[in-house]
């Protein structure tokens, strides 16, 4: 596609339920990353996809977190059992030559 | 692993003027250094980087300069414009992943 999609846009889910975030990259992208920005604040890497080789997965913040990436395209970030600290704006991002990213326009989580 | 600082966190500035944001970094293997622009409510964009075989970079308003020796670089904005009000964000990378900054919220008064 033209640029980096997200979905869903937005989504509220309450405490304790298990959601899915999804993430398609550019067309070609060989490099997918997770970063999560909370409010007011910068942006925490969470995991990192080049190619084959295996996920950097040394951001995650704990093993309620999980991600994959399906044929080398589509993403899928899970959060198990969501805490209201995980509410956050969860964004996705892509590149061709590590790394100069372009960002999607994120999924704001929102815990109740 | 890389460590980011970035200063100020929040700049106010008159239209016209020039606005400067630094930020330092920790690891010296990091070789590019890229510069992001984040609207409310839009994704993060990038507006200039730089890697480290140059010193200085300029495109238009902005301009990044780089010193590797005391691992610092700073964006500079000049001329503002209210529509430059937006929050900034500054990375270092070595060979993968960015590190960002924390960011600054720059605020142009007409």
């Known amino acids: 596609g033209a640029g980096v999609s997200q979905s869903p846009s937005n989504k509220v889910t309450e405490k304790g339920k298990d959601v899915e975030l999804r993430c398609d990259p550019i067309?070609?992208?060989?490099?997918l990353y997770w970063y999560r920005q909370s409010l007011g604040q910068g942006l925490e890497f969470l995991i990192y996809?080049?190619?084959?080789?295996?996920?950097?997965k040394s951001g995650l913040p704990s093993d309620r977190f999980s991600a994959e990436r399906t044929g080398g395209s589509v993403s899928t970030l899970t959060i198990q059992r969501t805490q209201q600290e995980d509410s956050a704006v969860y964004l996705c991002?892509?590149?061709?030559?590590?790394?100069?990213?372009?960002f999607g326009s994120g999924t704001r989580l929102t815990v109740v | 692993g890389e460590n980011v600082e970035q200063h100020p966190s929040t700049l106010s500035v008159q239209e016209g003027d020039s606005a400067v944001i630094k930020c330092t970094y920790s690891?010296?293997?990091?070789?590019?250094f890229p510069w992001y622009k984040q609207e409310l409510g839009k994704r993060p964009q990038l507006i200039i980087d730089?890697?480290?075989?140059?010193g200085e970079k300029k495109d238009q308003r902005i301009a990044v300069t780089l010193n590797k020796t005391a691992k610092h670089f700073s964006l500079h904005i000049t001329e503002t414009q209210p529509e430059d009000s937006a929050v900034y964000f500054c990375?270092?990378?070595?060979?993968?992943?960015?590190?960002f900054g924390k960011g600054t919220m720059l605020l142009v008064s007409p």
């Open positions: 991002a892509s590149s061709q030559d590590a790394p100069g990213y372009t």
């Open positions: 690891d010296s293997a990091s070789n590019y």
């Open positions: 067309s070609g992208h060989t490099a």
């Open positions: 996809f080049q190619g084959n080789s295996a996920p950097d």
């Open positions: 730089i890697r480290s075989n140059v």
């Open positions: 990375a270092a990378s070595g060979y993968s992943t960015l590190t």
